[in-house]
């Protein structure tokens, strides 16, 4: 399990630089009204230091990830979170099967950390 939570840590970490790269992109988007470029950007931030927080959780405190009951549901909603990116790329976007392939597999991962989740007994 140490090795896939360093993979995810990793890959959340990489995710959150390339927020980085997407609110450069999202600030010169001239074609965006100043209202819906700022909720973009906004989003963009918070997607980003969502992103970190995952990043440090699975890199630094993944004993705490696997062994408690707020590392669990951490496990159930970043899977959540990717996998619906993956959905949203079909409902509202551009059906990019690339993209939708990657928030899957990361999704997936993610499911896979929660079955090495060990609860003691007495938080079970």
């Not at 140490?2 to 927020?19: D, E």
């Not at 700022?38 to 062994?67: D, I, P, Q, S, W």
């Not at 990361?106 to 989740?117: E, F, N, R």
Request: aromatic residues 10%.
């Amino acid at each position: 399990m140490k090795i896939l939570l360093v993979i995810a840590g990793a890959v959340n970490f990489c995710f959150a630089l390339f927020h980085v790269f997407l609110g450069m992109q999202l600030h010169r988007a001239y074609a965006l009204t100043e209202r819906v470029r700022g909720l973009l950007e906004t989003f963009n931030v918070a997607g980003m230091l969502v992103m970190l927080l995952l990043a440090y959780a699975f890199l630094l405190r993944g004993k705490e990830v696997l062994h408690t009951g707020l590392g669990a549901a951490l496990l159930v909603f970043t899977a959540l979170m990717y996998l619906s990116r993956a959905g949203a790329e079909f409902l509202w976007l551009d059906s990019d099967l690339k993209i939708a392939g990657v928030c899957v597999a990361v999704g997936l991962l993610h499911a896979v950390l929660l079955a090495g989740v060990r609860l003691p007994k007495e938080a079970a």
